[in-house]
């Protein structure tokens, strides 16, 4: 069962949706035994860091997530992903989950529109599993104003807006993070989601 959190600040529905269109078991949880239990956990998310990450805080669940994403695949999307990181800077500094090295900073791009929004082409960095059978010319959904600044070695892929942006990111291990969100990015995202599931 894929637990997908639900703590006030995320597209969660869209997501349930896709899960349940591609029959990979799913619920949404707001507790720690739910998040416990489950064999792999989505963090959604929209809006801004500080108070995305004050209502998480204020579920219980932090400390939680930081233990499971150590043993289960977790996927954070859109900014569920940016919140995987130490530290976010929108509205001053705030502290993130920790779980990839790296903050996230507002977009730097003068001669284009921010946010940055639409579709966009994803290009391959490194080796990941959530990438198997997509191919060289596949775009997927973004909708964001700050972007990932971490290693290139967590970088599974990334797609060109003003410079590079980190799309999909991986810590190596079991976290996993989508900047764009993969329940609005057709075929493609559908595809990234089922090899999400496929690591259960």
């Known amino acids: 069962m894929i637990a997908i959190i639900d703590y006030g600040a995320g597209n969660i529905f869209s997501v349930k949706n896709a899960l349940d269109y591609l029959g990979l078991e799913n619920r949404l949880v707001s507790d720690k035994e739910s998040v416990i239990s489950a064999d792999a956990v989505i963090l959604p998310g929209v809006g801004a860091f500080p108070a995305a990450m004050k209502k998480l805080e204020a579920t219980g669940l932090v400390e939680t997530i930081k233990d499971e ?37 507002k977009m730097e791009a003068p001669e284009l529109i921010i946010p940055h929004m639409g579709w966009n082409k994803l290009e391959k960095l490194n080796d990941c599993r959530l990438m198997n059978g997509i191919g060289d010319n596949e775009y997927v959904y973004f909708v964001h104003s700050y972007k990932a600044d971490c290693a290139d070695e967590n970088i599974s892929a990334y797609c060109e807006y003003g410079g590079r942006v980190p799309a999909l990111v991986h810590d190596g291990k079991f976290v ?3 900047q764009f969100h993969p329940e609005k990015s057709g075929d493609t995202g559908l595809k990234i989601l089922k090899n999400f599931g496929g690591l259960i």
């Open 176 to 178: 996993y993070g989508a």
């Open 69 to 105: 994403a150590s043993k289960k695949p977790f996927l954070g999307i859109c900014l569920g992903m940016q919140l995987i990181f130490e530290k976010g800077y929108e509205f001053g500094e705030c502290d993130g989950l920790g779980l990839i090295k790296g903050d996230v900073r």
